[in-house]
């Protein structure tokens, strides 16, 4: 499918009430919009696949804690996916059709990947996104949380406080609250970014906007993504959806410290499109 065909299935996967959010075709469409060729029907069997397996594995484990262990096992030990920390910031660690085929990922793709052969093999598994990092935590379970960056390792309340500081420095305080769940959209929007954040520290502007695009289906009325979006479109040229977006921006926002450049470049593309 072609770009616009991938954000419009985003946009219509993405206005469903939170809970009725597909996670897997969400996140298969965001591929889509990298790779036209993709087979979703392909990827999701292959997710399939590997819950059956999962399921075998898990048997008849005597308790949760056993459920989740194996799981772990056969996803990180058996099958091998791992953490990306040879090539952290490749973008290829951001899509989920790249992580399935090359077993390699970050925090949050690797948990994806938990969740979704988790949920399909009946151990309901949500993600945690605790600030620098990404884990995944049992539904029904208090306190049973896994990093699957580190091989699906179980982790305490004070191991996930010491991994906070190893990941955001040694004076990160400890908040409790580190551990709620994430909703879909807030999972989905937290993918983008990482892919956001990547193109742009490449200068790679297209597929920056392309991360911005399905940021704003997710959130049409966030003033910085339209922020980003309207400077994005400038740099390539595109001035008068660059006007729009920046246009919105100020008015979504009361005065701060980048209005008055953005005023000054809304300005110029008003002289310049006049």
Known sequence: MDYDESRRRFVAATTLPDPDIDLAQAALLISAAEYPDLDIDGQLAALDSLANA?????????????????????????VSFSGNQDDYYDPRNSYLSDVLSRRLG?????????????????????????????????????????????????????????????????????????LDPVNNREFLARMLRNLKGVYLHQRDHPRALMAIDFLVALAPEAPEERRDRGLIHYQLGHFQEALTDLRFYLGARQAGPQHGPVQRLVDALEQRLS
Not at 58 to 78: C, H, Q, T, W
């Open 106 to 178: 970050i925090p949050i793709t690797l948990s994806l990947v938990c969740i979704l052969v988790g949920e399909r093999a009946g151990i309901p598994l949500q993600g945690v996104g605790m600030p620098g990092h990404f884990l995944v935590s049992h539904r029904t379970e208090p306190g049973l949380v896994i990093d699957p960056f580190h091989r699906g390792i179980m982790l305490s309340e004070a191991e996930c406080s010491e991994r906070l500081r190893q990941v955001v420095g040694e004076n990160a305080e400890w908040d409790p609250g580190y």
């Open 54 to 78: 999962a399921m075998r594995r898990v048997g008849e484990a005597p308790d949760i804690f056993s459920r989740v262990n194996r799981l772990s096992e056969y996803l990180f030990d058996e």
